[in-house]
Structure formats: C-alpha cells, structure tokens
C-alpha cells in the first residue's frame, strides 16, 4: 500500500511538472554555433547571431569558439555522439569530408544552397561541392585570399617600382631584393613548402591539381614548370624552410628584413587595424606568367549544418545562415572585426566594401583577386591525398628528386584515393 | 609437527574455486570491485573494443546510406603492411629513434649513475638536477626545446654558434637532423630516471663482491665487467624494455616540433613521422578509427615481441623471477 502511494506521489510530481511548464517555452529556441577559429572569430559570429536574435525574437544564438587543430575532429566526435552545435564553420573541405561520412544536413534539401549559390562566385561555391555530387554540405561562410604582402620603402630602397605582376618581374624583383641586402627576400607564411604554398603558383602559370572531371594533372608540364619556379623560392630567393622562422610575418617586413611575403588576407586584416598607424604596407595580387591569369588560392571557412539536429534546429539554422550573406548583417560583423583586428571577409564579393578599414587600393586588390581565385579540390579523395602530395613536392623542394618524378609521386598519391 | 606443516599445507593448496575465493573473504572483493570496476570500463572494454574495430571499417558517425561501417576483415592489417607508404616511413623512422634512444638512454643513465654513486652531498645534488627533467611537464619541456632549437638567429643554440661565427643552422627543417634531435631530447629527460634505477641496482650490490675481486687482483674494468654489469642485469632488463615501450610511443615531441602547415603531421618529406603520431592523425584528424585501431594493434605486437626478444637474449627470465 506504501508502494502504491510513492509511486502516486511521484506520478503526481512528473505531472505537475509537464503540465506546469509555461506555455511559451516551447517557441523558445537555442541555435548553438561553432565558430572555428579564435576568441575574435567567435565574437565576429556573435554579431551575426545578435542580428538574427533582434530580428527574430524568442531565439537566442549560443555562439562557442573551437580551435583549427581539432575543430573537424570535435565535429566528428559531435556528429558521433549526436550531441553539439546545430551549426558549425570549419575549413573549406571538411564540408565534402564530413558530409559523405553521412554527418551533416544537405543544404539543398534545406534551401541554403539555391539561395546563396547565385551570391558567391561560382569556383568558389564549387570548391564546396563534392565533385558528381547531389548534395550540398558546406556553403562557403567566409574568405581567407593568397595575397602578395610587401613595404613599399623595401621594395622602393631596393629599386622597385611596382609590385611584380608577372613571375618574371617577381624574380627579377627578389633578385634585386637579395642584391639590396635583404635578409629574407622572399617569404611563405601561408601554406609554406605545402601544396597549399605552391597552389597559387601552379594555377597562376596555367597548371591545375585536378582538370575538370577530376582527372589528375598536377604532373603535365605546366606543373613542372610552375614547381620549379616554386623551387626558386628556397633555392634562389632565401625563403626559410618550414620551422625555421616563426609564423608573424609582420615585424620582419616592416623592419625590412623580409621583402616580399605569402600569406593570407588576415595579414592584411592585421596591417589596418593593429599596425594601422603605419602607413608603408602593400598588398598586391600574387604574379601570374604572362599570358596567364593572377589566380590565388581560396581558403577560409564553409558553414554546415549538422544532420542529427532536429528539423525545426535545421530550419532554424538555414534561416540563421541565409542571413549571413546579408549586407546589413555583414557589416556588423566587419564593425566587431575591425575593434578585435579580425576582419571579416565575406564570401559576397560586393560585400567586400563594407570594410572600412581597408583602403581603397587594397579593397580594389581583393576583389579583383577574388574573381579568378580558386578554392581547393572538389574531388574525391583529395582531403587524403594532401599529406602525400605535400610529401611528394618536398621530395623536389628539399631532395634529390626531379620535379617530374616529385609531380609523378604526386599523381599517383591523388589517382589512389579517387 | 613437520608432518602437521605439511597437512596443512596440502589442504590449502588442495582448495580450488568457491572455497578459495570464499576464504580471502567477501570484504576483499568489495574492496578491489571500484579499481575492478573502473579497470574493466575503462582498460579492459577499450582495449577489446579496438581490437574489433581493427577489422572494421569505422568512423564513429556509420550513416548506412553514405558511410556504413562494417567487417574488413584482415583489410586494414593488409593495407597498412602492403599499401601504406607512410606507414612505413612511420616505422622505419621509429625503428632508428627507439634503437638510438634506448641504447644511448641506458648507456647515458649507467654513466651517471656510476659517476655519482658515491654518497656525497654534491652527488646527491647532482642526482636531484638530473632527476629533475623526469618530473618536468613533458610539453612545456619540448616548446623550450622548440626555443632552442629555432633555426633563424633567433633561437638559442644558433644564437650561441653565432658567437664563433657560425651561421644559423635550420635544425628543424633539416631532415638528417630529426630523429637524432628527438634522440637527444629524450636522453635529455630519460637519462636521470634510469639513473635513479641503475643507483638502486648498484647500491644492492653487495661490496664483499668487489672487495674478494680486489685481492684476487681484478682491476676496476674486470670488476665492471665481471661483477657489476651481471648483477645489474635484472635493473637493464627493466630499464631496456621500459625504454622501448615509450620509447615507441613517442608523441609530444613530433607533434609540436615538427607539425606541417597543412593537413599532415611528421615534418619536412615526413622525417619525424613516428608510429603513435601517425596513429593520431588517422583516428583523430581523418577520423579512421577501424584503421588506427589497426595501427595500434601492430604497435603493440611489435612492441610485445621486441620485448619478448629483449627477455630471451638477456636470460632473464629467471633474474626477474
């Protein structure tokens, strides 16, 4: 009888509790982001979700900053055990990677792909889309260009004019750079001795890692040439090794000890709001051969949506996203960016002039780069054949092998994972 | 009362099963169940766990329309010793540094301990300042290496070569240059433990020994040879294989010394790629657990019959008994 009275009291308590919760808790929804990146990434995020908060009220955005090193694996380990963000960005490829291990919502069932498809240049929506593939996983979120970094005083104490536009005048000016007595004359910041570092120069002398239907042509002969230009760098132009020299670029260019530098337009980010009292800093596209275009790598981050969120989280989080392509919505995220030296760079290309820390000549030099620049691979395997490809032209790079048979190597890496 | 002794002595060995687990006592049981308990969650489950999914195909994720997880069979034991180049490397490389690592660790550790087994107060000194790397935070100990080892003028060793006019030399970015840099990291904070052993060893030597080999006329080489080493056999055959085994799981190290900028770990054409880091950058950073499950399972078979080895060719099977 005792029994039978506790479990009425509990059944009691249960229903008192489930029939007291106030009514409107249940229009009440939380979309939590993962922002990769750091601390400013995730407060550059927080203003687009602070945009959506006010435009739809009732909805708070939980915006949490995970790290670069092990943000795709954190995802995997969320998608594992059905428990994280709703949203997440991360690097450019793991929407491909992620995806087809079956992790992520497809955007175009959700009406994101369509809507920001006809936004974003099109090689750059594409570098998100699993070659052959039906579904979307990733559109891109933000930009991150190869760009060409430089002070105008070094070039200018060296005998330049201009920034190099063709490899030719880039070899002719590091030369001058190195006869000037520039320590370091040339340097690679971004995706140094990497196929990340050496993307920009294959495709800007005409080469490609894959042609359009995948099919492997890293070792033609556009691509030998364009490694052992590639080569110069190290060999001719006193570029340090990775691990040699530490990864902030910026000091050493403003103290004249580098000339010209690879990296990223986050340096360029950094210049005009962290250094922006100094005033000699150059960014200019990164040379082509002649004949050829500027055509500089893509990276940045694509933003998904995970597939065990519920569809009203998935709903939720597609309108979230549409949002971010918004230019009013943009141009607060440029304002947050701007205070944490973090500028956002939106994959709308337009978008591009709600940064008002950049100056004329550099908005110009990014949106220009923009239109030609490429996003990594679409095609399958690529995301494993990375380590062996980087291997391979370090073979050349550092070895004793010849750039065909370092490019060989290469091609037979990336024909074994398709 | 022999004969009583040896009654009482059949009778005990006589129990078998629910009597002599009943004789220890239920209170006993109770105590061990928490270590059991955790010890079987958290050891035993993993270990058997990765053993099954050593034949799968696995990422954790298994959406049966896109990325099923299933048997492979022996496939991922086949691919990594037939197909996998980096695999390879992977031991190839780690094969050099546990063979240099171990070997000059267990020489650098006698050394020591043999130059400050005397008990003095300088020596016990020393002891301390060589013990003291053991103790140190194993990361925090390898980003000063990193400090040190810099290959722009900014780094420690190159700032001091500069001194005598020697120009910076790119150690991390020189591919000789890994696995003897990790050696010598490693005879850095291991040799002061292992000469903590080899003292214990040394001191439970009894000096009787050595002093009937001074009036039998051996000098100080024949009572190393003759007295020392084989009585310290027992302490080098712990100190050996010890050494080997973390030696083989060697990981701080490469990772944050020799990291590449993009989608890879092992360094400059892979020259401090090690088994445990690979074994990382397959389960973690491309989420093949199936595979590394794989890799750690032949980690551990090699590991066992170096060991196995070790024991056979020292005779010490009886010493450790």
């Known amino acids: 009888m005792k029994r039978l009275g506790a479990i009425a009291v509990a059944i009691t308590m249960i229903a008192g509790v489930v029939f007291n919760t106030p009514a409107n808790a249940a229009a009440k929804q939380t979309l939590t982001v993962w922002a990769t990146g750091g601390d400013a990434d995730a407060a550059v995020m927080k203003a687009a979700g602070k945009a959506f908060e006010d435009a739809n009220p009732g909805v708070t955005v939980k915006v949490e900053a995970i790290s670069w090193g092990d943000g795709y694996a954190k995802v995997l380990a969320a998608a594992a055990a059905k428990k994280g963000p709703d949203v997440f960005t991360g690097g450019l490829s793991w929407g491909i990677s992620a995806g087809n291990k079956g992790a992520l919502a497809d955007l175009r069932a959700l009406g994101v792909a369509n809507y920001v498809q006809p936004k974003v240049p099109a090689q750059i929506y594409k570098a998100l889309v699993g070659y052959k593939s039906t579904k979307v996983y990733a559109v891109p979120f933000d930009l991150t260009l190869m760009m060409m970094f430089y002070d105008k005083t070094t070039l200018k104490n060296a005998g330049i004019t201009s920034a190099p536009a063709t490899i030719d005048d880039f070899n002719a000016a590091a030369a001058k750079l190195k006869t000037a007595g520039v320590a370091t004359p040339v340097y690679n910041e971004w995706g140094n001795a990497d196929w990340l570092g050496f993307f920009s120069w294959l495709y800007s002398m005409g080469g490609s890692l894959y042609d359009a239907k995948c099919n492997v042509t890293i070792n033609n002969s556009k691509g030998v040439a364009a490694l052992t230009q590639y080569k110069k760098l190290y060999t001719d132009f006193g570029a340090p090794k990775p691990g040699v020299a530490d990864w902030s670029m910026n000091d050493n260019i403003k103290q004249g000890k580098y000339g010209i530098g690879f990296s990223g337009n986050f340096q360029a980010s950094s210049y005009y709001t962290y250094y922006k009292d100094y005033k000699n800093w150059a960014a200019a596209p990164v040379p082509a051969a002649t004949g050829s275009k500027s055509v500089a790598f893509i990276g940045g981050r694509g933003i998904s949506v995970m597939g065990y969120a519920s569809g009203t989280q998935q709903r939720l989080a597609a309108k979230f996203i549409k949002t971010l392509y918004d230019r009013s919505v943009v141009r607060q995220m440029n304002l947050v960016g701007a205070a944490q030296n973090s500028i956002f760079l939106s994959p709308v290309i337009d978008n591009a002039d709600t940064i008002d820390a950049y100056p004329a000549d550099v908005l110009k030099t990014i949106k220009s780069q923009l239109k030609d620049a490429q996003g990594p691979p679409n095609c399958n395997g690529w995301e494993d054949s990375q380590a062996g490809v980087t291997t391979a032209l370090q073979s050349f790079l550092f070895g004793t092998a010849t750039a065909k048979a370092a490019l060989d190597e290469a091609a037979a890496v990336m024909k074994s994972k398709l | ?321």
């Open chain 2, 1 to 321: 009362m022999p004969k009583s002794v040896k009654e009482s002595t059949g009778d005990v060995s006589r129990k078998t099963g629910f009597r002599k687990f009943s004789d220890v006592g239920i209170s006993t049981y109770l105590m061990l169940s928490p270590f059991v308990l955790l010890f079987i969650v958290f050891s035993v489950y993993p270990v058997l766990a990765s053993l099954r999914l050593s034949f799968m195909r696995y990422n954790a994720i298994c959406n049966p329309d896109q990325s099923p997880c299933g048997s492979v069979g022996f496939g991922n034991y086949a691919t990594l010793i037939f197909h996998d180049d980096r695999f390879h490397k992977a031991l190839s490389n780690t094969a050099i540094y546990v063979v240099g690592a171990v070997i000059l660790g267990m020489i650098a550790s006698l050394s020591l301990a043999l130059s400050l087994q005397e008990d003095t107060k300088s020596n016990r000194i020393l002891r301390v300042i060589f013990f003291l790397p053991s103790v140190t935070s194993g990361i925090a100990v390898v980003l000063v290496w990193g400090w040190v080892f810099r290959g722009d003028g900014v780094g420690l060793l190159n700032a001091m070569l500069s001194v005598f006019g020697v120009h910076p030399i790119e150690w991390l970015a020189t591919t000789w240059m890994a696995i003897p840099i990790l050696i010598f990291m490693s005879l850095w904070g291991g040799a002061g433990f292992g000469m903590i052993l080899f003292l214990a060893g040394l001191n439970s030597i009894p000096a009787m020994y050595y002093e009937a080999a001074v009036i039998d006329g051996a000098g100080p080489k024949q009572r190393f040879r003759y007295i020392t080493l084989p009585l310290l056999r027992p302490v080098m055959v712990y100190v050996g294989i010890t050494g080997i085994i973390g030696a083989f799981q060697i990981f701080e190290g490469v990772y944050l010394l020799f990291p590449t900028s993009v989608g890879s770990i092992g360094g400059l054409r892979d020259m401090a790629l090690m088994i445990v880091p690979y074994l990382y950058d397959s389960g973690f950073n491309k989420f093949r657990l199936g595979y590394a499950s794989a890799i750690a399972w032949v980690l551990f078979a090699i590991i066992f019959i170096v060991s196995m080895i070790n024991l056979k060719l020292t005779r010490s099977l009886e010493d450790l008994k």
